[in-house]
């Protein structure tokens, strides 16, 4: 992956649109961070998106083009050599100047077409100039570092094509799980160590853009590689759904089990169960408060409670399996963006009930949460809540939009009521090094002043810091009047 990105600026962060056109893809994007130059009216330009109707380009500082209508040659151009000419008319300027949009002015451009020559292009150029194309800079502890962590995992691997691949068409469902849970035993501890010290080495770094764009490279270039073998690691890194943390990632955690279709492919995907420990301990602390929801003094028949990006919603699966028996009510309201996500979810949560349980009601709002911020937004009819809960969600949050939300979230507390916001923090037995790192899982890792800037919105709140057991996650408790 070519730059850091935060997940609002990720395809498939927001559902919500209505109105499609030719889909448009940022040229770092298609290009895979070599993207070509434009030549255009004699000026060199920078091409910053590209679809099947044409481009924009990012004007010079201190040039202004002026419209022209007629049909003008295009090039595009990489390593000084033109590959690709066409003719396009300006449609425009964005207002600032700083961008000029142009159309192909044939129809049925096949913009992969123009990305293979970009391509072929490259390699010309590469093959001409004979230089390495290492360009970034990594301190020689950190890839001491990464390459134990490959003699880490290739030690493992070793051990497997010697003594279990071999038989390992032959294996019983059960001797397959047995082994899979020795592999966990194994490699709990010694995995851990490791992703540790990686936080240690990453830590530093985590201000730097330049240094830390460095590391992750390094890291994606020979550790995520070898690690993609895993399924929860291929998909966390590739995003099939265009974003991070999608329902089916957070579902391989809470489910737990070895997937894969070799022993050693088990082996990595173990790993990065071992890895995601943290999101199940975040999941079962959220659990554990709507278990104690019932003890406060102030009792109700029917509590309310909603949860903001609740993905699986596993808490509430569990809660409903484990603790809940019957007695009160509760009413869940589910909020996401992802109707996969709200219809497992719902569905999972009716079937850990009985018939009897008939007091609990699950619903899914299936929007996003920046509903809740507009002056007219829907919720503005949903009743005073006992419980409100975001996990994983505020973590892709800048701080401003973090407090705006977490006060509006507030506002629909009813008096006595409880916010909970669980954010991955910079924790060393964190999770940063193999989020950021090795899944370009791009998130805010909050320490303890910025969980509690969270809160600035909050009037008159009591708020507290609690951490879950893992210690990867701080959970910030706004407790509203009663
Ligand atoms: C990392 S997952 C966490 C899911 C769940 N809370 C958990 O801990 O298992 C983030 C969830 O937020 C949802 N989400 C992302 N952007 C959203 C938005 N703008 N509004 C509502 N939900 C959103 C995603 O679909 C996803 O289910």
Known sequence: MSSIKHYQELQGSDSSEVRVSAPVYAAEDLFKGAV????????????????????????????????????????????????????????????????LRVLFDERGIDIN??????????????????????????????????????????????????????????????????????????????????????NDLVLPFIDDAKAKQDLKTFTERLVTRELVGGRNWHRSYFKPMGYPGDFQIMNY???????????????????????GRPIVSRMEYISEALDRLNDQEDKSDL??????????AREVQRFLETTYQS???????????????????????????????SNVIVSGMHTSFTEMLRPMSTFRHIPQQHLIYSAGLLDY??????????????????????????????????TYWPMEFILDWTLYFRNREQMLDMSAGCKGADVEIDMDESGAVYMLKVTKPA
Not at 43 to 70: K, M, Q
Not at 116 to 121: G, I, L, T, V
Not at 135 to 144: A, D, G, I, S, W
Not at 253 to 275: A, K, N, Q, V
């Open 36 to 99: 070509p130059r434009a030549s255009f009216l004699n000026i060199d330009f920078t091409v910053s998106s590209i679809s099947s109707t044409g481009l924009t380009l990012s004007v010079p500082e201190g040039l202004c083009v002026t419209e022209i209508r007629t049909a003008q040659t295009l090039e595009l151009k990489q390593g000084g050599e033109t590959f690709f000419e066409c003719k396009v008319v300006i449609a425009g300027g964005t207002p600032d100047k700083t961008e």
């Open 113 to 198: 077409q123009i990305a293979r020559k970009n391509s072929m292009a490259l390699a010309r150029a590469k093959a001409k100039s004979k230089k390495p194309t290492i360009t970034y800079k990594v301190p020689m502890e950190y890839k001491v570092y990464c390459t134990e962590v490959l003699d880490y995992i290739a030690d493992q691997r070793q051990f497997i094509e010697s003594h279990i691949a071999p038989y390992e068409d032959g294996l019983s469902e059960v001797e397959t799980h047995e082994l899979c849970g020795q592999l966990e035993e194994s490699s709990k501890a010694g995995w851990s160590d490791i992703w540790f010290r990686g």
């Open 253 to 275: 955690m809470y489910d737990h089990r070895p997937e894969g279709t070799s022993i050693y492919s088990r082996y990595l995907h173990i790993l990065g169960l071992i890895s």
């Open 303 to 312: 509590y309310h409670v909603m949860s903001i990006g609740s993905g699986p």
């Open 327 to 357: 007695g009160e009510g509760y009413s869940f309201t589910l909020v996401d963006q992802e109707k996969q996500a709200l219809d497992y979810a719902i569905t999972t949560a009716y079937r850990s009930l009985t018939p009897s349980q």
């Open 397 to 430: 949050l800048n701080p401003a939009l973090s407090r705006r939300l977490c006060a509006k979230l507030y506002d629909y507390l009813r008096p006595g009521g409880t916010l909970l916001i669980g954010n991955v923090n910079d924790a060393a037995n964190g």
